[in-house]
């Protein structure tokens, strides 16, 4: 059954190790024009509130913020691992009625179904690790950018959440395929469900864990998760930062005017500390949601007599 598996699936296997072989590339390529950007010359970016300004180099902040619309599609690499592995592991054979003949021969299809999902998921969470990795060092040619909740979008790229991810997008696509026993209707619903799930985790983020509430200049706020930020008007009302302050001038000089006028800033954060929480509790999150897909391939193809 292994020699088996490697046969039927070495294409969409050595496809996959080739697009990381080519991404590495790309990012130690773009690794040595980040080293060229870089020209000393330090910048300061201010979120608001009671966040402290952050340092950095003009020269790789301008690199980044050119490449960032493709930085932004990385958490949507698993799901070559859905669309390609996982959507016709099933539904292929039922196209071809190919599964008729494989679970008639000397091995059922429990066998069958455990061999092939078990390696093929062990191989989506080895390609989830790699390209965290991979990801992940190379943003640390960047400094404030790895390990930091300052870019929210690409969380579930970089540790060890793209490993759930890669899992969970592959487990989807073979649940699919059993549902529908079609190939293309499997990917679109694997695509649809996907991006679905980003955009609830996304949501969900900030509310891993009861964030922190402090009121004033608040040094562990760099590089963290801004749930929400504001001032608190002398008489306890809160509004937000860009709200007119009586009395103050717009633009520069408008916190200096709001500190005297008796207003404070206050930011409601999870510190930059739960950083590896959060992926625990993401990978979490999606292992759960994960099993219970595989409960339904495994039922689906087990209990269906034909």
Not at 98 to 127: I, N, P
Not at 216 to 242: F, Q, T, Y
């Amino acid at each position: 059954m292994l020699w088996l598996t490697w046969r039927q699936h070495r294409a969409q296997l050595l496809v996959t190790l080739g697009f990381l072989a080519v991404l590495g590339g790309v990012l130690l390529l773009s690794g040595q024009f980040a080293t060229d950007a870089a020209n000393g010359e330090t910048s300061l970016y201010c979120h608001g509130g009671g966040t402290p300004c952050r340092e950095y180099d003009a020269g790789l902040e301008n690199l980044y913020q050119k490449i960032y619309p493709l930085i932004a599609m990385v958490p949507f690499v698993p799901l070559l691992a859905g669309v390609f592995w996982g959507a016709p592991l099933l539904a292929r054979e039922y196209e071809r009625n190919t599964h008729q003949l494989a679970w008639t021969q000397s091995v059922g299809r429990g066998h069958w179904l455990a061999v092939k999902f078990g390696v093929l998921a062990g191989y989506a969470m080895l390609a989830g690790l790699a390209s965290g990795q991979i990801f992940g060092r190379w943003l640390e040619m960047f400094p404030g950018k790895a390990e930091t909740f300052a870019e929210t979008s690409y969380f579930g790229a970089v540790g060890i959440a793209p490993a759930a991810w890669w899992l969970f997008a592959f487990t989807l696509g073979t649940a699919a395929g059993v549902l529908v026993r079609k190939t293309l209707p499997a990917i679109a619903i694997t695509v649809a469900v996907f991006v679905a799930a980003s955009i609830v985790l996304l949501v969900l983020r900030p509310h891993y864990a009861e964030p922190v509430r402090t009121t004033g200049p608040d040094p562990a706020a760099k590089g963290a998760l801004i749930v929400n930020m504001g001032r608190v008007a002398p008489d306890g009302r809160e509004m937000s930062s860009l709200d007119e302050v009586p009395g103050c001038p717009l633009g520069l000089g408008k916190s200096v005017c709001a500190l005297a006028a008796g207003y404070q800033d206050f930011t409601v954060y999870q510190p930059v500390g739960r950083f590896w929480r959060f992926q625990w509790t993401e990978a979490g999150i999606l292992l759960a949601a994960t099993a219970v897909l595989g409960g339904v391939a495994v039922g689906g193809t087990v209990r269906r007599r034909r």
